[in-house]
């Protein structure tokens, strides 16, 4: 599936690469839970949510592929990524004025 | 079906198919963008008449205090399902996909959408959902009661099938990203040469902002119903507060996706008004620029505004403000938006046709509609109206004053370009005076109800409000006249009505440069593009091109 474009075939990471991903993905989310134990009131949810931001930038750029993309692909990604954030932004006045 | 003029020879694109098989089966398994419009126009004009007769039965009940028709329970359901096929199988999907599919390919001079295959699959997808909002009503726990907006913790805790019929919006969000992401990749590779961004005509602007809303915003409320069948399942508690969820959370996420749904409506109608306005006014568009960058700017600002749906739902004060603050910025590129369209009307040689007077309706219903919307938008008077009938008012005007209306205005502008056929424009010019009529009386006294205190979704009411509500009730008996009169002329037409020559309005975009209905590649040439969209000095060159 990986060769799929020949001129991008050397920047298609090998196995152990997506070994190590998976690795630090499942490191990443016992550590979300981990400190979800822990009280750490009102910036609990920030710290969730930057764990949540690098797996998902993980899992993007290396299982999604879309490092290795052109950029028309990145600009796009970009534009509804930044959406979210607005909307995450937005909520926050919510939650954390309640 | 043999239909309307032929150019040069050529068959029309009725008979004409993209497969080998005839009959139904050839529209069954069509990839042809045409009639894949038409399918769409066939399927959701169905959905429209079942939810307008919901509507039309519910006023029914409402034409005095204490039950007439139908008990609570029944009205429950009516007003959900209603709300239901008008949102998600009418307007939601509505002029995308029917003058979508139609015209975008035309009007930037393609023979086809980027992925036709992909196309005719949305078509599946939205009868599916169809069907399966259908079967919900049928099995055994009956017809949801929850209203259109499935509000935790009712809808987790209520017998009636909520997980079907929210499964049914699941899979029609699917219909609508699929057209969206068509649309995109359509205006974005599909271009005539010559013809650049700032060449498109508006209704193609429209067309781009609405579908990356169907992309960025429909995976929200996607998500948002896996959550409420995980509860509802499993009981995982995620928004019901006896599981220790945030019921509020629903909301957000609701309206997340429900408010840019609100711009996947009213974009498309207003690329239809900036279309039919310069052809009836003889002028190009005042400010097409503006135009154009408010659709983008309308799109964008769509999504910050949500929680206005929210204010007296115990979100915080700071969030009130600031999405109060943000709704009121929306009001700007509308704005913009209707001084374009009355500038280009200013010293036009208009000629007031059918399609013309359905916009005019369009733009004083429309502008009720989203002033009322400031009223709503600002805290103070929210608090008094919020979930009363001034709601109701305001949202029908909206969505059917503005989105409604200009399906009709869409139709009967481009229909004699679809089929061939001109309608009787006389029964048309009365149909538009009647909707008018119609429309005000049915809506307007709720206004007023809402004002006084009439809560919505309630099957009774308290005897001071009955002069109003049968008002309200006589005009709907009016408004389902006056639809049965607007689709049985387009349906006689279509049987004994004349042929339509190529251009009958003067319009100047590319659909008006091929033969009516066009034929199944569209253009026998892809054209070359080297004019503004509304340049009507073209007409007379066009004179010779008519065949
Ligand atoms: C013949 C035309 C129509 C009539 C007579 C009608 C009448 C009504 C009535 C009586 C209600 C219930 C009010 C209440 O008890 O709270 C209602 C609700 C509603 N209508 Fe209409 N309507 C019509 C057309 C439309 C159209 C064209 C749309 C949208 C495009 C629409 C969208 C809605 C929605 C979203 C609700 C709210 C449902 C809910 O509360 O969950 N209606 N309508």
Do not use: C
């Not at chain 1, 993309?69 to 995450?88: P, Q």
């Not at chain 2, 369209?341 to 509609?369: C, E, H, N, Q, R």
């Not at chain 2, 008094?384 to 409604?404: E, I, R």
């Not at chain 2, 709907?476 to 339509?500: E, H, P, R, V």
Request: net charge neutral.
């Amino acid at each position: 599936m990986d060769q799929g474009h020949s001129k991008h075939e050397h920047h298609t990471p090998g196995y152990g690469i997506y070994i190590i991903i998976w690795l630090v993905l499942i490191g990443l989310t016992s550590i979300t839970v981990t400190v979800a134990g822990i009280d750490f009131g009102m910036i609990a949810l920030a710290i969730a949510l930057f764990i949540a931001a690098i797996k998902s930038a993980l899992v993007i750029n290396i299982f999604m592929h879309i490092k290795f993309e052109e950029a028309i692909f990145k600009v796009f990604l970009l534009v509804s990524g930044m959406t979210l954030v607005v909307i995450f932004l937005l909520t926050f006045f919510d939650v954390y004025n309640r | 079906m043999a239909n309307g003029v032929i150019a040069e020879n050529n068959r029309s694109f009725f008979e004409e198919s993209t497969n080998r098989h005839s009959g139904i089966l050839s529209w069954l398994l069509t990839t042809d963008h045409k009639r894949i419009g038409i399918l769409y126009l066939i399927a959701i004009s169905a959905f429209f008449i079942v939810g307008a007769t919901f509507g039309i039965l519910m006023r029914l009940e409402l034409i005095a205090p204490g039950e007439t028709l139908m008990g609570p329970q029944t009205y429950n359901s009516f007003f959900t399902l209603h709300g239901v096929i008008m949102i998600f199988l009418f307007i939601v999907p509505g002029l995308p996909a029917i003058f979508g599919n139609f015209f975008l390919p035309l009007q930037i001079g393609a023979r086809d959408v980027a992925f036709p295959r992909l196309n005719l699959l949305s078509w599946y997808i939205y009868i599916l959902g169809a069907i399966l909002v259908v079967t919900s009503l049928l099995l055994p726990g009956g017809p949801v009661d929850t209203g259109w907006t499935f509000y935790i913790p009712y809808s987790v805790r209520t017998g009636t099938n909520v997980s079907l019929a929210i499964f049914a919006a699941f899979v029609l969000g699917f219909s609508s990203i699929l057209t969206g992401l068509n649309f995109v990749t359509t205006v974005h590779r599909m271009r005539a040469p010559g013809m650049d961004f700032f060449r498109m005509p508006l209704f193609v602007w429209s067309m781009y902002s609405t579908a990356w809303i169907q992309i960025i915003a429909t995976p929200v409320i996607g998500i948002t119903i896996l959550l409420v069948m995980m509860e509802r399942l499993f009981g995982i508690g995620i928004f019901d507060p006896s599981l220790g969820g945030d019921p509020i959370l629903y909301q957000h996420l609701f309206w997340i996706y429900s408010h840019p749904a609100v711009y996947i409506m009213i974009l498309p109608a207003m690329g239809i008004v900036s279309e039919i306005i310069p052809t009836f006014a003889r002028r190009t568009i005042f400010g097409y620029k503006a135009i154009a960058f408010s659709s983008l700017a309308i799109a964008f600002v769509g999504y910050l505004v949500w929680a206005h749906h929210m204010f007296t739902s115990g979100i915080s004060d700071t969030a009130r403000w600031i999405f109060s603050f943000l709704t009121f910025i929306v009001a700007l590129p509308s704005g913009v938006k209707v001084f374009n369209w009355v500038a280009t009307m200013y010293k036009g040689s208009i000629d007031p046709k059918p399609p013309f007077l359905w916009v005019m309706s369009f733009i004083v219903l429309f502008s009720i509609g989203g002033l009322t919307g400031l009223v709503v938008g600002s805290l103070a008077t929210d608090i008094h109206l919020h979930d009363t009938y001034f709601v109701v008012a305001h949202f029908h005007y909206v969505m059917f004053g503005g989105t409604g209306t200009i399906f009709f205005a869409g139709l009967y502008y481009w229909y004699p370009k679809m089929f061939g056929k001109m309608y009787n424009i006389k029964v048309a010019n009365i149909s538009v005076g009647l909707f008018f009529v119609a429309f005000n009386l049915l809506y307007f006294p709720k206004f007023i109800l809402g004002y006084q205190g009439m809560p919505r979704r309630y099957y009774d009411y308290l005897p001071e409000f009955t002069q109003l509500h049968l008002i309200s009730t006589i005009g709907s008996w009016i408004m389902g006249i006056t639809l049965i009169l607007i689709f049985a002329n387009l349906i006689y037409s279509l049987l004994k009505g004349a042929k339509a020559p190529q251009n009958p309005w003067g319009g100047v975009t590319l659909e008006w440069h091929i033969s009516s209905p066009p034929p199944l590649e569209n253009f026998h040439e892809i054209p070359y593009v080297d004019h503004e969209p509304y340049d009507f000095s073209l007409l007379e060159k066009m004179k010779n091109e008519s065949h």
